[in-house]
């Protein structure tokens, strides 16, 4: 067993931690404070080949796969969690359509998701259709005389809907068929009947906009339907699986960063006359934190793993977004904690390093919905 990084991985890796220091962490604060997403980063991640990972060299991608994508998130999540989710929900789109697009669709979209600086979207979630996915009833029905489907129904709470240039979105072509009836379309951005609605304002990850998309009797290129009709479901929960490691690469990056930041803060901070760091009770927290990150990461990279060497890698997926951010918020909890009163202030980075944690345990599947799929995975062998 070797859990020794490559020497590519490792250029990754310190690129990523460059990028996070140099471009992310001097504009965390203001990104979560404005509530703006982070454009000029976006186009830098762009250009430096983020954007790209997963994907082939001949779409624009940079090759790499699910470790890399891991380390280059965590980076990013230790100072902008709100940079890494964007990056993180943004592969979705481009790793879907070169699993599943034809030629002419990868020739179409891939450049521009990859190297072009173009966001991704995916679009499953809506108002009456969250962890009950199958409850959809967005339509797309396809019109013979103009060789286009035609949209109708409302997604909600789609990170980066109204910034995105090309969504992927789950919508059902045979709506009498339900589940079996979901198909994943390409929507682009300015397509007449699309729209976005709300703009939710959020707790946390306030950089990562989460929108409203409104289709209304939006026609679309029959050509821009992904994989094949009615199998828009088994795409979703494949992309989810990928997506899920991706959430445990956040929740593992923003933990790492707590620990360092508590390490030190408790060497500083003087209280009876000692550091804090020489108590007890402070050495046991930060004990517990490094070691349920520890085995939070090497649970993530184990899923990673079996994902890029194509085994089967739904359980453990679900199995690692659940326990690393699960740990997340524990270790983001103690660490605040340990910064007393100092952590609740906004002048450190903790309070929204503990609100931006939060979401991992919500989004790409609840903590709930991770231990229905692991329990129905591991009781049934
Ligand atoms: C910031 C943010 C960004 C998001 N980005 C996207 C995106 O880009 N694309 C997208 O498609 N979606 C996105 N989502 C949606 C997200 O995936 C859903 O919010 C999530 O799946 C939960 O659905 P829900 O909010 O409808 O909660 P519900 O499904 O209504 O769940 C409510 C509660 O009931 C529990 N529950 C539900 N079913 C069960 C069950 N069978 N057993 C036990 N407990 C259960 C849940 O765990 C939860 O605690 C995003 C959400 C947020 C908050």
Partial sequence: ???????EQELIKKLAQQFAENELEPVAEKVDHDHVFPEENF????SLGFTGIGVPSQYGGCDGGTLEKVIAVSEFA???MASAAILSIHLIAPQAINKYGNEEQKQRFLPKLTKGGALGAFALTEPNAGSDAGAAKTTAIYDPETDEYILNGTKCFISG???AEVLIIFALTQPEKGLKGMSAIIVEKGTLGFSTGKIESKMGL????TAELVFEDCRVPASNLLGKEGKGFKIAMEALDGARVG?????????EEAIDLSIKYSKERIQFGKPIAKLQGIQWYIADMATKTLAAKTLVQYAAYLEDVGKPFSQEAAMCKLNASENARFVTNLALQIHG????????????????AKITEIYEGTSEIHKVVISRAVMSK
């Avoid at 959430?247 to 933990?255: D, E, L, N, S």
């Avoid at 009163?341 to 931006?356: A, N």
């Fill in 1 to 7: 067993m070797d859990f020794s990084l490559t020497r």
């Fill in 43 to 46: 186009k830098k991640m762009a």
């Fill in 78 to 80: 230790k100072k902008c």
């Fill in 161 to 163: 809907g109204s910034r």
């Fill in 206 to 209: 306030a950089g990562s906009e």
């Fill in 247 to 255: 959430v445990g690469a956040q929740a593992v990056g923003v933990a």
């Fill in 341 to 356: 009163g100092y952590g609740y202030m906004k002048d450190y980075p903790l309070e929204r390093m503990y609100r931006d």
